[in-house]
């Protein structure tokens, strides 16, 4: 079966400690690996998209990065803002163009100043 | 930039009532999907169309029906609202092909006492 697995569940670091999240995904044939960034009581919003293993992507303070069983995203010096859920997601060969993704729990960080 | 809105942010309906939450896209998007999400339990796909008047049945579609009569429009209904469906419903919307990346859009929160 399919399986996305985000860890840790909740984060909490100071003002400018550095970090690492962790998505592993145990599936058939992976099309591409998703990272979303979620705030309280608000819409999934996109960040990247991953497609093959050594593949690394990055956004402001943010770096995502992608081997053939997880997926990482790095948080160069967070700032309070940077608070929110992220979400990792994988899309399978086996989803044909249904767009069908599957979603981890996610993994809440809280950067406090 | 891609735009998904729902029709409602908040929504309070009692028990028995006939729910309908929208959604619409304005990027031409072939896939639109329904989510709701709970803590602890993430985004769960409850029915997705990839294609006008086409739907299929996500992972937990029980209690629910959708319709999709144009592209750019896709809606949720809750025949009989329980108080167990009081959750956040999250709509989304993707182009199939080499991305499939799905952008959401912000959420309606539903009370049903």
């Known amino acids: 079966e399919d399986q996305v697995t985000q860890s840790p569940e909740a984060l909490r670091l100071q003002e400018g400690e550095s970090s690492s999240l962790n998505c592993s995904y145990t599936?058939?044939?992976?099309?591409?690996l998703f990272w979303y960034r979620q705030d309280p009581g608000k819409g999934p919003e996109f960040l990247f998209t991953?497609?093959?293993?050594?593949e690394e992507k990055e956004k402001e303070r943010l770096k995502a990065t992608l081997t053939k069983k997880e997926s990482f995203l790095h948080i160069t010096a967070p700032k309070p803002e940077d608070s929110a859920t992220y979400l990792c997601a994988v899309q399978t060969w086996g989803s044909g163009n249904t767009g069908k993704l599957i979603f981890g729990q996610g993994t809440t960080l809280q950067v406090k100043p | 930039d891609v735009k998904v809105t729902q029709s409602s942010r908040y929504l309070v309906k009692r028990t028995g009532e006939k729910v309908f939450l929208e959604c619409v896209q304005d990027m031409d998007h072939e896939n639109m999907f329904w989510y709701r999400q709970d803590p602890g339990l993430g985004l769960r796909l409850i029915y997705f169309s990839y294609d006008v008047k086409m739907k299929e049945k996500g992972d937990i579609p029980e209690g629910y029906s959708v319709s999709r009569e144009k592209k750019e429009r896709f809606s949720l209904i809750l025949e009989s609202a329980s108080t167990n469906q009081t959750s956040m419903y999250l709509c989304a919307s993707s182009l199939p092909g080499t991305t499939d990346t799905q952008y959401f859009g912000p959420g309606t929160r539903l009370t049903v006492l």
């Open positions: 599936v058939s044939g992976l099309r591409g």
């Open positions: 991953l497609y093959s293993a050594g």
